[in-house]
């Protein structure tokens, strides 16, 4: 797929942007900038007319000055008053936090929570891309530019084919387990976004087989996924119609406003300290507590897990998916306490065997 047609959302352009200027010491020109920097150089054609990609930049360049970064712009002192040499930078010094700027363990979790989010994705993929292309030009930078790159790691095994696939617009197969099905379906797939919602990973795409859009919990697919070599189209949206991931979100978002758990917990238990701390939880005047969800094996899942702390009082259907964790859970319990006690008698009662031998020449 030609690069031209690949969207680059203006948040990734924006971080692609100070990510260069960070690790160029010297500062780079306008012209290396559009032809190296995600988001600008796939529109960037060499000799060609760039007026509108550098009325973006200008743009780009204001935005970034309001969120506080400080942004320098160096004229060729030899060529003063020409824009087309000037160079910009972002200072490491000026960029770095104020000595008298410190965090909270608690704040410092979120903060490395929030970077977990970016570690070998695209993002990152693109801009080792750019940084060669700017050694390429003679540009020096400095190193570790990583240092400055937000570093995530996820626990969900088909965060990486998926999102490569996203960036390649090709199709995707895998095996998905939907709760209470004992086998796993095979799945044929043009991946449209992949999201983060409420602490998970949910692949959004065009299941080939029902010819509909579905949404796919990532921990959910079973073994591997598999990046095919068909490549797809998408349409262009409409205009003012939200992307797909505006629109997988939003669902979600949805689903988890209309969706309300009523638990009683033990007063002081484990279970009341978690989940009265839960995202979206209200205490109710009656003591008990209302608690958000999208995904109803996900909570029952979640709420077994507190045992005899919790009463779930409603929906209905949640209530069912909890007693029967806890069924589950106590006939294998009673079945291990039996092989268990098996095994004790069947020990007790056996005969200690001997093994005469006869005396050695």
């Given at each position: 797929?030609?690069?031209s047609?690949?969207?680059v959302?203006?948040e ?6 100070v990510?260069a200027l ?10 290396q900038?559009l032809?190296t920097v995600?988001g600008?150089?796939?529109?960037y054609?060499v000799?060609?007319d760039n007026?509108s990609?550098?009325r973006q930049f200008?743009?780009d ?6 969120l506080g ?5 160096l004229e060729?002192p030899s ?9 910009y930078r972002?200072p490491k010094g ?7 700027i410190?965090?909270?363990p608690?704040e410092?979790?979120l ?11 695209s993002l990152?993929g693109?801009s080792r891309?750019a940084?060669?292309?700017?050694r390429?030009?003679?540009?020096e930078?400095r190193?570790p530019?990583?240092g400055?790159?937000p570093r995530v790691r996820?626990r969900d095994?088909a ?12 199709q ?14 095979e799945r ?7 999201v983060q919602?409420r602490?998970r990973w949910?692949l959004f ?7 509909a859009?579905?949404t796919y919990l990532?921990?959910r697919i079973?073994?591997?996924?598999t990046?095919?070599?068909k490549?797809?189209?998408?349409s ?8 797909s991931?505006a629109l997988?979100?939003a669902q979600l ?6 969706s309300i758990a009523t638990?009683?917990?033990v007063?002081g ?10 995202g979206g939880?209200i205490?109710n005047p009656d003591?008990?507590l209302s608690?958000h969800f999208s ?6 899942d979640e709420l ?12 209905a259907?949640?209530?069912?998916a909890?007693?029967?964790r ?6 294998a319990?009673?079945a ?6 098996a ?11 001997t ?5 050695s020449a």
């Amino acid at each position: 797929m030609a690069e031209s047609t690949v969207h680059v959302s203006v948040e990734e352009r924006l971080f692609s942007l100070v990510l260069a200027l960070l690790s160029s010491e010297y500062g780079l020109t306008k012209h290396q900038i559009l032809g190296t920097v995600q988001g600008y150089r796939q529109r960037y054609t060499v000799g060609g007319d760039n007026s509108s990609l550098e009325r973006q930049f200008e743009r780009d360049k204001d935005d970034i000055r309001e969120l506080g970064v400080p942004l320098e712009t160096l004229e060729d002192p030899s060529d003063a008053g020409n824009n087309q040499e000037s160079r910009y930078r972002i200072p490491k010094g000026d960029y770095n936090l104020p000595a008298d700027i410190s965090f909270t363990p608690e704040e410092t979790t979120l903060l490395n929570l929030a970077g977990m989010v970016w570690r070998e994705g695209s993002l990152s993929g693109d801009s080792r891309r750019a940084l060669l292309k700017l050694r390429s030009l003679g540009v020096e930078t400095r190193e570790p530019v990583v240092g400055y790159a937000p570093r995530v790691r996820t626990r969900d095994a088909a965060f990486s084919p998926l999102t490569d696939a996203l960036a390649r617009r090709m199709q995707v197969t895998f095996s998905y387990l939907k709760p209470g099905e004992t086998k796993a379906r095979e799945r044929t797939v043009n991946p449209l976004a992949v999201v983060q919602h409420r602490g998970r990973w949910y692949l959004f795409g065009l299941d080939r087989t029902v010819h509909a859009e579905r949404t796919y919990l990532l921990s959910r697919i079973v073994g591997k996924v598999t990046v095919t070599r068909k490549p797809f189209e998408l349409s262009p949206p409409e205009p003012g119609a939200a992307g797909s991931a505006a629109l997988c979100l939003a669902q979600l978002d949805a689903i988890w406003e209309r969706s309300i758990a009523t638990v009683s917990t033990v007063p002081g238990s484990d279970a009341d300290a978690r989940l009265a701390k839960r995202g979206g939880s209200i205490r109710n005047p009656d003591g008990t507590l209302s608690l958000h969800f999208s995904d109803t094996a996900l909570i029952a899942d979640e709420l077994a897990g507190f045992g005899p702390e919790v009463l779930v009082t409603a929906p209905a259907d949640l209530i069912d998916a909890v007693r029967s964790r806890l069924e589950q859970t106590a006939t294998a319990h009673a079945a291990a306490q039996a092989e268990a006690h098996a095994a004790a008698n069947t020990a007790a009662h056996a005969e200690p065997t001997t093994t005469a031998s006869e005396p050695s020449a």
